[in-house]
């Protein structure tokens, strides 16, 4: 009986670790809804209780004024506010000015989405619908491409190198390798910037800006805190720029970003870790070994190149030691 338990639960492992990982990820799902719904609720019944507090007394203060007066007010108020155009008196800045545009086609393309300004015109609307169909994809192909280019440059090379020429074992050096890179991106992509976004925006406390790079790095883009929105934090004569570096910072750092998380996937002991959760591949043999192949034909080549490189090395310097050998004494 136990043997063949044993064999059942073996024949259907793959099955069996994917209805763990679902039951994992649903777990995880309530156990963060649980978290935000304890911390963030009675912040929310403050925020409420303030908000009609200060209503009685404005409308106790300015009798000429009806509750359904400002309701209406309010209202509008809000609905351009969803908009991206605010009614304070400090707000005179555009929101569509042409690196304004600019930083909010790089959110949309990237799926950042921040949602501070949207299209107001039918119009406009439209025009993004089909701007994104067409954009998204050529985004998502032009950062795979990207990162590939740069991961042959920063990961595959130096540690194909280091494996062949110091014989060093290449999972432990890949792991080493992208552990100092995960180090080197935290502190360049996410606390120097936040430091950066705290004294440009004096309203943010560090926590606030090192929580707006994560948001926007990591295309969540809740879009609470959204860099030169607050008014009169950047003069007007470096707003454009400004902005125009906010973007620049988005785009290369989701770059790296994607570099990073690539390398980590990369890893041997990660890809081995993946493939408990695959559906098992039940193709013949034959075409198992050839996808296996053609799967290794990059690498091989690589590898190849690298070998060559360091025998070349290795051929010329005992070549310049026998020349050295031959020279006769002076």
């Not at 070994?289 to 091989?300: G, V």
Request: hydrophobic residues 45%.
């Amino acid at each position: 009986m136990y043997r063949q338990c044993a064999c059942l639960v073996e024949r259907h492992r793959s099955e069996l670790s994917f209805a763990l990982l679902l039951s994992g990820y649903a777990l995880y799902l309530i156990l963060g809804a649980w978290v935000f719904s304890a911390v963030e609720l009675p912040y929310e019944q403050r925020l409420r209780e303030e908000l009609e507090t200060a209503r009685k007394k404005f409308l106790w203060d300015n009798a000429c004024v009806s509750d359904e007066r400002l309701e209406e007010l309010l209202t509008r108020a809000l609905h351009a506010n969803n908009y991206g155009v605010s009614v304070l008196g400090n707000a005179s800045e555009n929101n569509w000015d042409f690196i304004s545009s600019l930083f909010f086609t790089s959110t949309v393309l990237t799926t950042t989405g921040y949602g501070h300004t949207v299209p107001l015109s039918d119009g406009g609307k439209a025009f993004c619908v089909f701007y994104s169909l067409l954009g998204i994809p050529v985004t998502l192909l032009f950062l795979s491409a990207l990162v590939q280019r740069i991961m042959v440059l920063v990961t595959r090379r130096p540690v194909a190198y280091l494996h062949l020429r110091w014989g060093v074992s290449k999972p432990k050096f890949a792991a080493v390798h992208a552990a100092c890179l995960s180090v080197v991106a935290a502190l360049l992509l996410f606390l120097l910037p936040a430091v950066v976004f705290c004294r440009l925006e004096p309203l943010w406390s560090y926590l606030e800006s090192l929580y707006f790079c994560f948001i926007s790095l990591t295309t969540i883009g809740l879009g609470d805190y959204v860099p030169g929105e607050t008014h009169n934090t950047v003069p007007n004569s470096h707003r454009t720029l400004y902005k125009l570096a906010i973007t620049l910072y988005l785009l290369l750092g989701l770059v790296c970003l994607l570099v990073v998380v690539e390398t980590c996937c990369e890893l041997p002991q990660l890809k081995s870790f993946r493939k408990r959760f695959y559906r098992e591949n039940n193709a013949p043999e034959s075409e198992t070994r050839d996808q296996e192949e053609f799967s290794s034909t990059e690498h091989d080549q690589m590898t190849d190149h690298l070998t060559d490189q360091l025998t070349f090395s290795s051929v010329s310097a005992q070549a310049a030691s026998l020349r050295q050998d031959n020279t006769p004494w002076q």
